[in-house]
């Protein structure tokens, strides 16, 4: 199963945003055991440097991306996810970009707190909260067949 973590349930984990940092650590351990693969769009890596800087200066942004890219794999933005972003109905550029990331790769799961921002989304979209219920059972099933 593929599934790409939209940026803010990265930023819950790595800034510890409580409640939401304990559901997205739960995913984040799934994808670092291999149960789950897990993708961050390409622009997801950019905003969390950008706003990580910020919060917790550049050091340790750089340490926090550094370990992203170890346990995610990162799906591409290209021209292609660039043009079909542009053509698609969403109303924010970036959700667009990273649905269109999505699609690319393939993901079966769209993981975000805003699931509002993607209804127009072929690719299931759920919260963090919704997802740890869902991809136990997921896998379980596939186990099964």
């Not at 055991?33 to 997801?44: D, I, M, Q």
């Not at 975000?112 to 997921?138: C, M």
Request: proline fraction near 3%; aromatic fraction near 8%.
């Amino acid at each position: 199963m593929k599934i790409l973590l939209d940026t803010n349930v990265a930023l819950d984990l790595l800034l510890d945003r409580k409640p939401f940092s304990d559901d997205a650590a739960i995913l984040f351990s799934m994808v670092e055991r291999g149960l789950v693969n897990g993708y961050l769009c390409a622009t997801t890596i950019t905003t969390i440097s950008y706003l990580m800087s910020k919060v917790v200066g550049w050091e340790r942004a750089k340490e926090s991306i550094r370990g992203l890219l170890t346990i995610f794999d990162i799906a591409p933005v290209n021209r292609d996810v660039l043009d079909a972003a542009l053509k698609g109905d969403f109303e924010d550029f970036e959700d667009a970009v990273l649905y269109e990331a999505a699609q690319q790769t393939g993901a079966d799961l769209i993981i975000t707190r805003n699931e509002r921002d993607f209804k127009g989304s072929v690719i299931s979209v759920h919260s963090p909260l919704e997802a740890v219920k869902i991809i136990p059972q997921f896998l379980e099933d596939n186990d099964r067949q």
